[in-house]
DNA sequence: CTGTGTCAACTAACATGTTAGCATTCCAAT
DNA sequence: ATTGGAATGCTAACATGTTAGTTGACACAG
């Protein structure tokens, strides 16, 4: 009677609500997305939306919302009158989503570079002298951080603050697989010599400079996210 | 009795659906987009879920659906408990729009410049001439459309099928916004040599004079939207 | 063993009822 | 006349019932 490839009794561990704040499509919304950000529901996963409301102790509306806001985003395929699973990976959206990205952050650095205050500067190298901290004490959990941060300071520094999340959008497919890169040995140190690059870059006011340095920092995702569709073929469409 | 500022008895003339293809909730989205953006529903109203419901004879469900959509894009704005209204006008957020659709159509054209097959070049040649065509024959509209078609062309051709949805999303406020300028005297000329030096750059394989062109030619607009902040304040926040 | 057609189960899409928060108004008290 | 506060009316947010279309399994014919 059990078949071999026993696949999903389905009992997923969503991050329970409760904690969260807002309307209740807001925190559903939330959760979901970090589940699958998390790959704790893997590409492929069928959402049942009964199965979602009894475990989260919410309704089917709020549920629906927040799946429609997903699938918005592309994390999430809903198919009309069937069901919505959990998109799967594709090289090319992964391609696209970095080109998206790039074009935004160089952009931006360059902006950045050109009109930057002192202030600015100083709150640039201050999050440097934190990636610092966190190499010498191998917290890598903690230089992840400070890394989005820096670039979250300089989408906030451009004065367009929609800019940030319409990046992140873009990028979301990259982050999204990047959670199955090992960290590589030495890689923070790496990226944290790019970093300093580009901080020089907008110290000496050269957008040229930071739009190059920002380049090379960004391509070297894209790389290493390359040999992921031999590895795990299963996760790709 | 009646005030010397009668407002609005609310009675607003949605394009019918019917005509229209796809789920209910998709078709009323694209019946309220289309009235937003021609400025039928101008910036400030009032949207009532019970009117259009009842204008459409559909349920609040898509209706609502279509409202989320629309809030998600910036074109609307929700206060909860409360109501929907139109979003008006924001000089920052046109900028914001501008930048945003420069810095993706920069690299874009630029990416397109590097790769262009005979093929595209032809393709885009073709859509050039169809601009002269219409020049002669003064036919305002008909440019408009290919002028259109030109940047979506240029889009398609990097193969990356989201970038013209996510460029037009952060476009959309200045397009709005551009529907309130009355065409220009020669502004089309203007327009059609900007065209032709970019589809030059195109042809020479040079990104970097692709790009410049391309950005001589999108700072014109964003010059010509600045003046409307004085003409029609009523219609920024 | 393979291809086809029927049927049952499941789902999204839609409709509608219910709840609770905000705003406006209007009246009363000062 | 001005202010404060209760009451009313409106709305989004949430819950739940209904409809119709898709999928996949199973029986049956070839």
């Not at 807001?26 to 589940?35: G, I, N």
């Not at 696209?96 to 360059?110: D, K, N, P, T, Y």
């Not at 901080?199 to 190059?212: F, H, L, N, T």
Request: with cysteine.
């Amino acid at each position: 009677m059990s078949l071999p490839n026993e696949q999903d009794p389905d009992e997923i561990a969503l991050p329970d609500i409760g904690k969260l704040t807002g309307s209740l499509a807001q925190r559903v919304y939330e959760a979901l997305r970090t589940a699958i950000l998390a790959m704790d529901l893997p590409p492929g996963t069928n959402l049942k939306k009964q199965l979602i409301c009894e475990q989260l102790g919410v309704s089917r509306s709020p549920v629906t919302e927040a799946i429609t806001r997903l699938a918005g985003e592309g994390l999430v395929e809903v198919v009309p009158q069937s069901g919505s699973r959990v998109t799967k990976f594709s090289m090319s959206e992964i391609h696209e989503g970095a080109f998206l990205r790039e074009a935004i952050e160089l952009a931006a650095v360059a902006k950045v570079a050109a009109e930057r205050t002192e202030e600015q500067l100083s709150e640039l190298t201050r999050n440097l002298r934190l990636q610092a901290l966190c190499l010498e004490d191998f917290d890598e959990a903690g230089f992840y951080r400070e890394d989005e941060r820096m670039h979250e300071l300089i989408f906030s520094f451009t004065g367009y603050p929609k800019l940030n999340t319409l990046a992140a959008a873009g990028w979301v497919q990259v982050n999204r697989a990047r959670q199955l890169l090992l960290p590589m040995r030495g890689r923070a140190q790496e990226a944290y010599e790019e970093h300093k690059v580009i901080i020089d870059a907008i110290r000496d006011r050269d957008p040229e400079k930071a739009r190059q340095a920002m380049q090379k920092h960004l391509s070297r995702l894209v790389t290493r996210l390359e040999p992921l569709i031999e590895s795990r073929p299963d996760l790709f469409d």
